[in-house]
Each structure stands twice: as C-alpha cells, then as structure tokens.
C-alpha cells in the first residue's frame, strides 16, 4: 500500500510539473509567435498573438498589459493591446545579438490578475559562452581525480523493501568518496532477472531535499541498473521537516552550498561533489550486474550539470543525457545577457571578484562539454527562467561530439512523462554492443 501511495505521489508531481499554466486554473494563455519554431534572425521583427480562455471560453474586450526585454533583465518596453474578436497582437522587437526576448503579459478577470510570458530565440545557434577555459583545466581535474582516487572505496547497502517489488531491487548506498570521512547516498535499482545490464548513473537537481527512486523506477522494469545520488552525505529518507530545517541552514541564499569556498578553486564545495560523481561511476562498474560497457550519465537541471560534467571526466561513460543544465555560463551576466544557474550575478552579493570568476572557470558546464567526446542527448525549453536557453545553446554549441537536441519551446523548468521515456528509448538505441 505505500509503494503505491508513493508511486500516485510521484505521478501526481510529474503531471503537476507538465503544464505550463496554473493547475487547474481558470484561465488558459495562449501566445503564437508569427514563426512556428519560436526562432528569428538578428534583426528580424517577431510578433506573438495572445489569446486568453477562461473556462474555455475565448475571451473579448480584455486589457492585456505585456512587457518585452531580453530575458532575465528588466523591461525595455510596455504596452497595452486589447483583445479583438479574441486575439490581439502584441510587438515584440528584435535583437542585435544572439539570445533571447522575454515577453511577459498580465490581464485582470473579475478582480484577479493572471500572468503569462513566452521567449523568442534571435540566432541562438549563435551564441558563444564568456566563461574562459583554462590552459591548466585539465591538469587540474587529473589532479583532483588522482588524489580523489586514494579515498578507500567504502560501500553500505541496505535493501529497501518499500521501493522494491516483483521486478525490481532497492538498496540505499552510502559511498565513501573524495576524502576519507565523506560520503554521498544513493538509491541503487536492479532489474530482479538475472542477467547484464548497463547502468545508468543519475546525479540530483540542485538543492537539499529528499529523494526516492520511484519516478525513475521504469529504467529497472525495462532492464537498466540506475543509481540515483544524492551530494551531500545526507540520508535521503529523512523526513521532509528535517530537509528542510538542513535546507535553511546551509541551502538558500547566502548560505547556500552553491557558494560555498567559491574564493578557491580548491576548496569550492562543488569539488567533491564533481569527483563524487566519478567514485560513483567506480562504485556501479564494479557491481557483477553491469554488462561491462554501458555507463550513461543522465539527469535535469543540476544534474544535467552533472552528468556532463562526469561524462567529460570519466572516460568510462560511454553516453550522456541531460535536461537545462545548470551551472552553465554562469558569468555571462558580465557580457549583459542571461547566465546559468545558480545566477550568481544577479541573486548573491559580492559574487563579482577575480577569485571567484577564476575559480568558476574550473567549475564551469560549458568547459567540460568542450571536452566530452561520447554522443550527447540534450533537452530544453525556451520559457524556462531557472536555466535559461541561452546557457542550454552554449553548452549545445560548444559540443563536438555527436550530439542531439530535442527543444521543447513552450516548456519552462520540466520536461513531460513522455520526454523521460523517449530518453530511455535514446539510451537503448545508442548502447555499446
């Protein structure tokens, strides 16, 4: 019974997740651009045409109030249009430079205030990152990996029965890495059948928070092994009034572990966890399940982060998928436009210093996706605020591997049910024979 309280939970989290309006609003925003793929020329005028549903019902006569401004920044024009026999037409502009153009709009029913916005992409295929690579990046991270390398490998398993089932089991891991003393978790699922299976290596989006494998439990039933990892060194079946009380002292704002050490290269907090990923990818190739080639690295926002950062410093991997990575272009707010998350510029204070751009040059997404060599499979939407296309094309462009990108444009931070099994479909078809 609670395995499949849990397994309702999850399918209730990802379709909530899967809408780009308010859950079970009244009110449906629909924007079109005057191009169907939502992308311009530098220098070209776009346009959207707004229409707005309440109950369904096509709405007239209705004050839309919009702004338009590259994205992340503040407005550079505004406006009213009125809705007309059901649409209106609002002017977007165009931009000089590759990136790209937040509309963002607001109508008011019987009292209540409604909101929408929908991104244009000018040239993206265009865009180059700011972030300078370093002449001694890969020595550094040899270093790193060499020294993280003499850490003892210790692993605790403990079957996890309510997460298991008749065609799959759980263990939670605990991993000794980077440093004798400090541990990551992680959910371990195995197909129950005997047999050799790859193994998919999972790394979390950002935050401190609990996690349970059930949303992903599909990889083990279609005969992947799949380890979900968390970074911290903390339980992840702790209760969520105990992540949050962990969240608030050392996750949010100022405090958060995204800054933490940021003036060091070497003592930058994401450092173990980068090489985390690494012992992980020891820990799962060690397991007599593995079919002794096949290691994917795959995961959304932070862990997109992640999983091209492992896919460039293991050359174990042997495939990679990623959603909106984070941690992308990060100062590219320094070339006045959008950087990656964490949005170090705009939402931290005194983040603007040598040392700690220089250390972000070692920490960077966009420097390692130079580096990775195996084939890539990335996915992103345009509305997303959290990590913005701009930071998703840098990293696309920069890539010489065999890449593929499955753009979504009307998705903001998500990516639909049906997109995490065409990702598994992907897998399947570019495995090592």
Not at 79 to 103: E, H, N, Q, S, Y
């Amino acid at each position: 019974m609670r395995r499949l309280a849990i397994m309702i939970s999850c399918l209730l989290a990802l379709c909530l997740r899967a809408e780009n309006y308010p859950y079970q609003s009244n009110v449906l925003w629909v924007a079109t651009p005057d191009h169907a793929d939502w992308l311009y020329e530098t220098g070209e005028q776009a346009t959207v045409t707004v229409s707005l549903y309440e109950y369904g019902i096509l709405q007239d006569g209705v004050e839309v109030r919009y702004e338009v401004g590259q994205e992340m920044f503040p407005a550079e024009e505004e406006g009213t249009v009125t809705l007309r026999g059901g649409k209106a037409v609002i002017p977007v502009g165009t931009m000089r430079r590759p990136g790209f153009r937040d509309c963002r709009m607001e109508a008011t029913l019987h009292g209540r205030t409604y909101r929408h916005h929908i991104k244009l992409g000018f040239s993206p295929e265009r865009l180059e990152p700011y972030v300078k690579d370093p002449e001694d990046f890969d020595s550094f991270w040899q270093g790193a990996m060499e020294e993280a390398a003499r850490c003892p490998m210790q692993v605790e398993t403990e079957y996890v029965e309510e997460y298991s089932s008749d065609k799959v089991d759980c263990y939670l891991v605990r991993l000794q890495c980077y440093r004798e003393g400090q541990h990551v978790y992680g959910y371990l699922t195995l197909p129950k059948a005997e047999g050799k299976y790859p193994v998919v290596f999972s790394p979390p989006g950002a935050g401190i928070k609990p996690m349970n494998p059930m949303k992903t439990i599909f990889y083990a039933e279609q005969g992947c092994i799949r380890f979900d990892m968390e970074i911290h060194g903390i339980r992840p079946d702790l209760s969520a009034d105990d992540y949050r009380a962990i969240s608030a002292a050392f996750g949010t704002g100022e405090n958060s572990y995204l800054v933490n050490g940021l003036d060091d290269r070497d003592a930058y907090y994401m450092k173990k966890v980068y090489l985390a990923c690494v012992r992980a990818i020891d820990y799962l190739t060690t397991l007599p399940q593995w079919d002794g080639k096949n290691v994917i690295a795959q995961g959304g926002s932070q862990g997109g982060a992640l999983a091209l950062v492992t896919a460039a410093l293991d050359k174990r991997v042997t495939a990679c998928v990623a959603n909106h990575p984070a941690l992308s272009d990060m100062a590219g707010y320094k070339d006045g436009r959008a950087g990656g998350y964490p949005h170090l510029f705009t939402k931290f204070q005194g983040m603007d210093t040598p040392e700690k751009l220089r250390t972000l040059e070692y920490y960077d997404v966009v420097n390692f996706a130079r580096r990775i060599t195996v084939p890539v499979y990335m996915t992103w939407g345009y509305n997303d605020n959290t990590c913005p296309p701009t930071t998703s094309y840098i990293v696309y462009n920069v890539l010489r591997c065999p890449k593929e990108a499955l753009i979504t444009p009307v998705n903001e931070h998500w990516v639909s049910f049906d997109t995490r099994h065409d990702q598994l479909r992907w897998i399947k078809q570019h495995l090592v024979k």
